[in-house]
């Protein structure tokens, strides 16, 4: 019976390759001396397996053969990798870039069910996984193997259900090489990662524009403006600016012209969502890639270091204004270096500050005075000692001699020693207490004469 199903088809086929502007129902049947029911039938298999085209002419239908490729002819010609798999997922055919990736030959392939397939070098377990039912329509998905030489392969899978040229049924199996672009993608996105972790956990601020368009913000962005993300995303960066800066950075950003050397610096305020003003320090970078012009921002807040220096430029003022008003010398030596005096020392001596600043406190020293003072300094450099009094002899610069009364501490900061000197002159007071000295040996001098 099959024989003579087999044979009605092989008919139809010969009658229209030699009739190739087609034929009815009618006039097939005719030909085969059959009625056009069953005719009609046989037409409805070769329609469905592919092998004959119909078009329609009002109510008529015409019949004309197909023009296929040999399905052997598409297997080696084509770069997907393709499997056909009968109704009961047997091996029908197998093109040379699947069986290469198995590491199969035809012959262990073919005719073997598709669960019973065993690669040497290959986990196939993912591909038998997704082939558990047989597919009734077009189905799409991503499936992996696990090689055991390269590593991990990806493939898109196309499962397409199948007629063959006697009726049965069955679906072919499609795999086309993305490995690469999947790779990529994911090296991508584990950049992307990098990048987020790197840009959310950084102290400063950072904003992304393309095209003047903010596209990236972290979140420091938000803590130093007080902004919430939605409402940085939807404002235009610029308005954060104080309005008397905005003049300054706004040609920073400014698409018709290029950065100065890629980078651009700016310090400024901005106006927080709560009314308050943040001192900032502001890195713009400038990059422009194909019609994209970037511009990487970069913000610091440094409110708190302005409040500090503005604190110590506050409290040095203080230091000078008490260190030049007082009626004591003041000399200060950081690592045996001169770094201040004030006016009072440069009357005493008669050096200018220029001057001093040459000099160390031994040049300074009359001659016999100069290995005392020695000893002091280098005690006091240990910041071990408590402070040291003293009293010596200045030289000075037109070679007068100075008493002078004073005191000697060092303070260690890290690695900075810092000495300092006060001293008072007490010239006046020695004189008198030098001429008072005279007198009372003059005066017990001549009482001793009377004697």
Request: aromatic share 8%; net charge negative; hydrophobic share 40%.
């Amino acid at each position: 019976m099959m024989h003579d199903y087999q044979q009605e088809l092989i008919l139809i086929k010969n009658l229209l390759k030699q009739n190739p502007e087609g034929m009815s129902v009618t006039d097939i049947a005719k030909a085969l001396k059959k009625n056009k029911n069953t005719t009609g039938r046989y037409l409805d298999i070769l329609l469905i397996s592919g092998q004959v085209n119909m078009r329609t002419y009002g109510m008529a239908k015409v019949f004309t053969l197909s023009q296929r490729v040999p399905l052997s002819a598409m297997l080696s010609y084509s770069k997907d990798l393709i499997m056909v798999l009968d109704n009961e997922s047997r091996i029908i055919e197998i093109n040379d870039n699947f069986l290469a990736l198995l590491y199969l030959t035809r012959k262990e392939a073919v005719g073997k069910n598709i669960s019973f397939l065993k690669s040497p070098e290959v986990d196939v377990h993912e591909l038998v996984n997704s082939l558990a039912t047989t597919p009734s329509e077009e189905t799409e998905t991503t499936l992996s193997f696990q090689v055991k030489e390269t590593g991990e392969r990806i493939f898109k899978q196309k499962s397409i259900p199948t007629v063959f040229d006697d009726g049965a049924r069955g679906f072919t199996i499609i795999l086309s090489d993305v490995t690469g672009d999947i790779m990529r993608e994911r090296g991508i996105r584990e950049w992307e990662e990098r990048f987020r972790m790197m840009a959310e956990n950084i102290q400063d601020g950072l904003l992304i524009l393309e095209n003047e368009k903010c596209t990236f913000v972290n979140r420091r962005v938000a803590e130093i403006t007080g902004y919430t993300f939605e409402e940085l995303w939807a404002m235009d960066p610029m308005t954060i600016i104080a309005p008397e800066d905005r003049k300054k950075i706004k040609p920073l950003v400014d698409p018709r012209k290029n950065l100065p050397s890629g980078l651009a610096e700016f310090h400024g305020l901005i106006r927080r969502k709560d009314g308050v003003y943040r001192h900032v320090y502001v890195r713009i970078t400038g990059i422009e890639h194909g019609e994209i012009l970037y511009h990487f921002v970069i913000i610091t807040d440094v409110t708190d270091l302005q409040l500090k220096d503005a604190a110590l430029v506050e409290s040095e003022q203080r230091f000078r204004m008490m260190a030049e008003n007082i009626q004591d010398a003041v000399l200060i030596i950081e690592n045996d270096q001169f770094v201040y005096a004030n006016r009072r020392i440069c009357e005493i001596s008669g050096y200018s500050l220029e001057e001093l600043s040459t000099k160390n406190t031994q040049d300074l020293a009359t001659p016999e005075t100069r290995l005392m003072m020695d000893e002091l300094y280098r005690k006091s450099q240990t910041c071990t000692e408590p402070p040291a009094k003293f009293q010596t002899w200045m030289l000075c610069k037109n070679g007068e001699k100075r008493c002078i009364y004073g005191q000697i501490n060092s303070v260690r900061h890290g690695d900075t020693v810092s000495t300092y000197f006060t001293m008072t002159d007490v010239t006046a007071f020695a004189q008198r207490e030098q001429d008072l000295m005279d007198r009372i040996a003059a005066l017990e001098k001549r009482l001793a004469a009377d004697r």
